[in-house]
């Protein structure tokens, strides 16, 4: 039973195909298309980097678009390692590239409690 793909260009997802919405990026500003998520946007404008890889420091870029892989890694309004592919656009958004190793810590709600529990954590368990 054939179906309507839900994959579309944008133009055709209801979008105008020349609507943009201002953003930074590493401080500098940039004019994105209208998407449904940050990587989506940043990919549509051009962007090629989003981060670093910490092992050989070669850029990287999103690779699976759907929250698995970890390529699309940004600071997003001042909050490190959010996955672009899973942020929705918002005009103004101050995005900069990351560079480096996540900070785990940083993603912790409660940064000492995270730290005392990696500590303590048994190996191999």
């Not at 055709?12 to 590493?26: D, I």
């Amino acid at each position: 039973m054939p179906t309507d793909s839900l994959f579309q260009p944008l133009a055709q997802a209801g979008a105008s195909a020349n609507a943009t919405v201002a953003v930074t990026l590493n401080g500098q500003p940039l004019q994105v298309p209208v998407a449904s998520s940050v990587a989506a946007a940043l990919l549509a404008a051009g962007v090629k980097r989003f981060r670093n890889s910490p092992v050989s420091g070669d850029g990287r870029a999103p690779y699976c678009m759907m929250g698995v892989c970890f390529e699309c890694l940004l600071e997003i309004d001042g909050v490190p390692n959010r996955q672009g592919c899973l942020v929705p656009l918002e005009a103004g958004m101050a995005i900069r590239t990351q560079d480096g190793m996540r900070d785990l810590l940083a993603e912790a709600r409660n940064p000492a409690l995270a730290l005392a529990q990696a500590v303590e954590a048994p190996h191999g368990v």
